[in-house]
């Protein structure tokens, strides 16, 4: 399998119940950034090249991704 993501990019930004902000992009120059916001404050800030990644995350990560594409094409679709 290869070490890039075709997956273009993507930004997915999910919003818990306590207010906690996630925020997960895939860009197309091959990062991966993911940012945790509590209230005003962030609390964990993580950016890593998709080849750095092991190949089990890197599968997790185009899983989610995928799902949540599909998921929502699904949706608009109704």
């Known amino acids: 399998m290869g070490k890039s993501?075709?997956?273009?990019?993507?930004?997915?930004?999910?919003?818990?119940?306590n207010?906690?902000?996630?925020?997960?992009?895939?860009?197309?120059n091959g990062m991966v950034?993911?940012?945790v916001e509590t209230g005003e404050k962030c609390t964990m800030n993580v950016a890593e090249r998709w080849t750095e990644l092991?190949?089990?995350?890197?599968?997790?990560?185009s899983q989610f991704i995928k799902s949540i594409q599909q998921d929502l094409e699904g949706l608009l679709a109704c």
């Open 5 to 17: 993501t075709s997956l273009g990019r993507v930004e997915v930004v999910l919003t818990k119940p």
């Open 19 to 28: 207010g906690e902000r996630i925020e997960v992009e895939v860009g197309e």
């Open 33 to 35: 950034y993911i940012d």
């Open 54 to 61: 092991t190949e089990e995350r890197r599968q997790k990560a």
